[in-house]
């Protein structure tokens, strides 16, 4: 919510929403500052639309990547 | 909400837009003279704002210390149709050697070669780095700086002392405060113009974009209204990206050796041919008109560890392409990556659009400096000349003398006009969205002035009708309507955008010659000529309203005076 560089994410209800789906960059900003690991990308319909997660965790100089394909497949990457 | 409160601050440095060239040029200040007052007005949130919020996975503009900048000044001016600026790219490349260990010095990582020595080159003028957390280094070093920044205040317009900027305004888009901040040398460092023309993709994937949607021409726009005079917006820029996610190619075609295929799989171009950004999408677009689209890049050769090492440079920088890749199934070691050209784009960072400056980034407002994909006429200086051009315009700022004490009053007069201005769209709110109205822009965009569906071409006949066109766009402008302070930024980001294509228009018609293949490519006027062209478009706004558009001529290294 603090990073978003679209203003995007706001808190409603003691739940943080993303204002317009179409307004993201897919920057994942967001899904890399979020302290709980709770926020993942997801494509549009428009683009995919099978449920594929990325998420990540990020620490001091490396972030770890979690990718969970709509088939069960999981995949770690880290940059 | 009617009404903001005012906040007035007192700096001796202003930096407007806190992205790459602006936290350089924010910290470069503060190192030089330390007791200066840096302010920085950042529209998001400077740790991941800007074009490098996802990262970067590579410095594309590098020289080796011992390498002669007169040569990476001559591939540049290669690279661009002849007509850069020469003195601006030298005064880049002179600083570009010493820009990768002052980012190590940072926290940046740098691999290195198996040697251990030098950097790892991905092309002779760009090296690997691990960049995914460069933003974030470089917000940590402007506040280790003792620099202010201001997150989440929407920049509006300059105040000015005649022909003098003074300062500028914007609006806390989280907080609801009007600032107005006073400073006798101002920086612009905001980003180029995004959402010109319709993205590739709509929906819930409008801003899928190459370039940051958040990046709206506010800097072009303010210069623009405060008489500034701005420098080749015909020069678009338009990327080859992976279709759908916008990845780089480069990374594929540069990082692994990898061949660009037609549907037929015929290799229409081959990857060690020394040919342009521009070359690479002519000669795709040529494949398609010919019927032998889709058109891809081929990784069969790749094996699984490349595979690898390509889905974490991709995370680096572009992260949703290996969601994509994921969600539709595709295998990228078995399989094509389609390629196509994205939207048209302004900026100063791979093309020439922006504030004309002199070579220490001062532009023709006495005050103003500009840095970065605002600053024109040097293309090709990407983040580590970005960040150079962050270090010459602190330089330059901190040697201006203030003049005199600005007349309160006008101020004052200045400042109400400007809150008035702002506020506009939420204190008297019309029917009209900002989403309806940049609809409206990009649709005229890219029927009229040359749109990717109209092959990027333009010509006299449809330019005009976008003129005339952007002319009724801009009396809607006037009927924005929006509830609450996040719409009042999408408001502005589109007012800027319709400020700045008008310009943009205007450059196109102009050039009656084809400079800039695809960037700037005149359907009634194909031929490049040297003899009348080999000059600068320029333009400034005069005091009714129009645009003035002016022709500037000489490109020898030091052949630009100052100009105050």
């Known amino acids: 919510m603090r990073v978003c560089p679209g203003d995007l994410l706001r808190r409603e209800e003691g739940v943080v929403r993303l204002r317009e789906a179409g307004d993201c960059w897919d920057c994942a900003s967001c899904v890399k500052a979020c302290p709980w690991g709770a926020l993942a990308l997801v494509l549009p319909v428009e683009l995919g639309g099978r449920g594929s997660r990325l998420s990540a965790r990020a620490s001091p100089g490396r972030t770890r990547w979690t990718l969970r394909c709509w088939d069960g497949r999981v995949e770690e990457f880290e940059t | ?564």
């Open chain 2, 1 to 564: 909400m009617s009404q903001l409160p005012v906040r007035r601050l007192q700096a001796d440095l202003l930096v407007v837009g806190g992205g790459t060239a602006g936290c350089m040029a924010a910290v470069w200040a503060k190192r030089q003279a330390p007791a200066c007052r840096v302010v920085v007005l950042e529209k998001a949130q400077v740790d991941r704002s800007g074009c490098l919020a996802a990262g970067v996975n590579a410095l594309n503009a590098y020289r080796r210390p011992e390498d002669d900048p007169a040569q990476l000044v001559e591939w540049v001016r290669q690279d661009n149709g002849g007509l850069v600026r020469e003195d601006l790219v030298e005064s880049i490349a002179r600083r570009l050697p010493a820009v990768p260990p002052l980012l190590e010095e940072w926290g940046l990582s740098i691999p290195r070669g198996k040697k251990g020595g030098d950097y790892v080159f991905r092309g002779p003028r760009s090296i690997v780095i691990r960049g995914e957390g460069l933003k974030p280094l470089l917000a940590a070093e402007t506040r280790r700086a003792g620099v202010e920044v201001l997150n989440r205040v929407v920049a509006t317009g300059y105040l000015r002392d005649g022909e003098r900027v003074v300062g500028a305004c914007g609006f806390g888009v989280r907080e609801g405060v009007f600032y107005v901040v006073e400073a006798p040398a101002v920086i612009c460092a905001t980003g180029g113009a995004a959402g010109l023309y319709p993205p590739p993709c709509g929906g819930a994937a409008h801003h899928r974009t190459w370039y940051s949607p958040f990046n709206c021409g506010t800097g072009y726009a303010m210069g623009i209204r405060a008489g500034a005079e701005m420098t080749s917006f015909e020069m678009r820029f338009v990327p080859l990206r992976v279709k759908d996610v916008q990845a780089p190619t480069g990374t594929v075609a540069q990082g692994a050796r990898v061949r660009q295929v037609n549907a037929l799989g015929v290799e229409y171009l081959r990857g060690d041919d020394r040919i342009t950004t521009a070359d690479r999408l002519e000669r795709t677009l040529r494949e398609q008109q010919a019927g032998h689209g889709p058109c891809y890049l081929d990784l069969g050769r790749l094996v699984p560890e490349e595979v690898r090492r390509l889905c974490e440079a991709y995370l680096a920088m572009c992260p949703s392409a290996v969601l994509y890749w994921a969600d539709r199934g595709i295998d990228p070691q078995a399989a094509r990556l389609e390629i196509a050209g994205a939207e048209p784009c302004l900026t100063g960072g791979h093309a020439q659009a922006g504030y004309w400056v002199d070579v220490d980034r001062r532009t023709t407002l006495p005050g103003l400096l500009a840095a970065g994909d605002v600053a024109g006429g040097a293309p090709k200086k990407y983040v580590t000349g970005c960040l150079a051009e962050g270090q010459i315009a602190a330089e330059t700022a901190l040697s201006l003398r203030p003049e005199g004490r600005p007349d309160r009053s006008e101020l004052e007069h200045q400042v109400e006009q400007e809150y008035r201005r702002a506020l506009r769209p939420l204190v008297e709110p019309g029917p009209v969205t900002p989403r309806a109205l940049e609809g409206r822009l990009q649709k005229i965009m890219e029927e009229y002035a040359g749109g990717a569906s109209r092959g990027y071409r333009v010509c006299e006949s449809e330019l005009r009708v976008a003129a005339e066109l952007l002319r009724e766009a801009r009396q809607l402008a006037g009927d924005l309507g929006v509830a609450d302070l996040h719409g009042l930024m999408a408001a502005h980001e589109v007012l800027d955008r319709l400020e700045v294509a008008a310009v943009l228009v205007e450059h196109l018609r102009y050039r009656t010659e084809t400079r800039w293949p695809i960037y700037q490519s005149r359907a009634d006027f194909p031929e490049r000529d040297d003899r009348r062209w080999q000059c600068f478009v320029n333009s400034r706004r005069e005091v009714e309203g129009t645009v003035a558009l002016l022709e500037r001529r000489g490109t020898s290294p030091g052949g630009w005076a100052p100009w105050h």
